[in-house]
């Protein structure tokens, strides 16, 4: 589960965002928002949150919408609410249908040469038809720009997970994080490279862990017949080692995905990495509407069998932006 949100300046290389852009608007207040929908085909449907796959694959259908407010009390204070509802409807394997809300405040001020702020973000998500899980972000970053086309930007972030079903799952997260964003083609494409650090701290001490993470997006847009495209492409390498010596279920993922109980199985210290590739391709037809082919290839490793797997998800969306 994707939550992470853009930052002033950023487009994260995790997910669901829409760039502000270096240039601030003019206006006092201006308001967006969108509403997409399409068909996903998972090839190994899996909880992100829980580390574990079903081994079977399914179709879904995806829904996306979002508003988001930007205000502007000042030329160079800069206040951005937000709210989206993402969602999947499986075809057969309907315990893994989800819903994610998110709520966003993100409130900025440029000091030039450097611009200083602050963010929050809050969700709620419902694992088939049963509250899951409910997700904290508070961060501070920093940010400045170095030269004509690169950005560099610091944050610091606090996170609280509280599972509905999994209390021993629990947590606390302290990070930091820094993107380096390269722009080209008249701002309205650039590359971006970023490393984050995670320690997290569980209720259960099985479930601390310490998280490195290199992250880098490529996002070019251009004009194709007068339309407005959009082509990203992305890579993620996450490792995850955990405090404590390995454990594995003794229940199958399926018969209980939110708990499961945990055994001791070897004394060699638990660990996890994440490879992940995406793609997709954003293809105007009218200014307001869009068509979105996309695909991504997660391989996960560990050692613990649940851990260990491949994930193809290939889709395609019709979106509506206003």
């Known amino acids: 589960?994707?939550?992470t949100r853009s930052l002033p300046y950023v487009v994260t290389?995790?997910?669901?965002?829409?760039?502000?852009?270096?240039?601030?608007?003019?206006?006092?207040?201006?308001f967006n928002g969108h509403l997409s929908t399409g068909i996903e085909h998972?090839?190994?449907?899996?909880?992100?949150?829980?580390?574990?796959?079903?081994?079977?694959?399914?179709?879904?259908?995806?829904?996306?919408?979002?508003?988001?407010?930007?205000l502007k009390p000042t030329q160079r204070l800069n206040l951005t609410l937000g709210y989206s509802l993402s969602g999947?409807?499986?075809?057969?394997?309907?315990?893994?249908?989800?819903?994610?809300?998110?709520?966003?405040?993100?409130?900025?001020?440029?000091?030039?040469?450097?611009?200083?702020?602050?963010?929050?973000?809050?969700?709620?998500?419902?694992?088939?038809?049963?509250?899951?899980?409910?997700f904290q972000r508070a961060s501070a970053y920093i940010g400045s720009l170095i030269g004509d086309d690169v950005y560099l930007l610091a944050s610091l972030q606090e996170k609280q997970k509280d599972y509905e079903e999994s209390k021993a799952r629990d947590s606390d997260i302290r990070g930091a994080s820094l993107d380096s964003f390269f722009f080209f083609n008249n701002a309205r494409s650039h590359f971006v490279i970023g490393v984050d650090y995670e320690e997290e701290v569980a209720e259960a001490e099985t479930f601390d862990n310490d998280v490195w993470r290199v992250r880098?997006?490529?996002?070019?847009?251009?004009?194709?017949?007068?339309?407005?495209?959009?082509i990203r492409l992305g890579w993620r390498y996450e490792t995850r080692e955990y405090d404590q010596p390995s454990?594995?279920?003794?229940?199958?993922f399926l018969?209980?995905?939110?708990?499961?109980d945990f055994i001791d199985t070897s004394s060699s210290r638990r660990a996890e990495q994440a490879n992940v590739f995406e793609a997709s391709w954003r293809i105007g037809l009218d200014g307001t509407f869009s068509v979105e082919p996309s695909v991504s290839h997660g391989i996960y490793q560990g050692n613990e069998d649940s851990t260990d797997y491949s994930r193809t998800i290939?889709?395609?969306?019709?979106?509506?932006?206003?």
């Open 1 to 3: 589960m994707n939550l």
């Open 13 to 30: 290389v995790f997910g669901l965002t829409t760039p502000l852009g270096f240039a601030q608007a003019n206006e006092q207040a201006a």
């Open 42 to 70: 998972d090839s190994n449907v899996s909880v992100d949150d829980l580390n574990a796959s079903s081994d079977q694959s399914d179709q879904a259908w995806v829904i996306d919408a979002g508003l988001e407010g930007v």
């Open 88 to 134: 999947s409807r499986y075809q057969e394997l309907d315990q893994f249908d989800q819903d994610i809300h998110l709520l966003s405040a993100d409130l900025s001020y440029d000091f030039d040469p450097v611009t200083i702020g602050t963010s929050y973000h809050y969700s709620h998500s419902v694992l088939g038809s049963e509250p899951f899980l409910d």
């Open 216 to 230: 880098a997006t490529l996002l070019n847009r251009f004009l194709l017949g007068g339309e407005n495209n959009r």
């Open 247 to 252: 454990v594995s279920s003794s229940g199958s």
């Open 255 to 260: 018969d209980n995905p939110f708990t499961g």
């Open 314 to 322: 290939a889709g395609l969306t019709l979106r509506a932006d206003f």
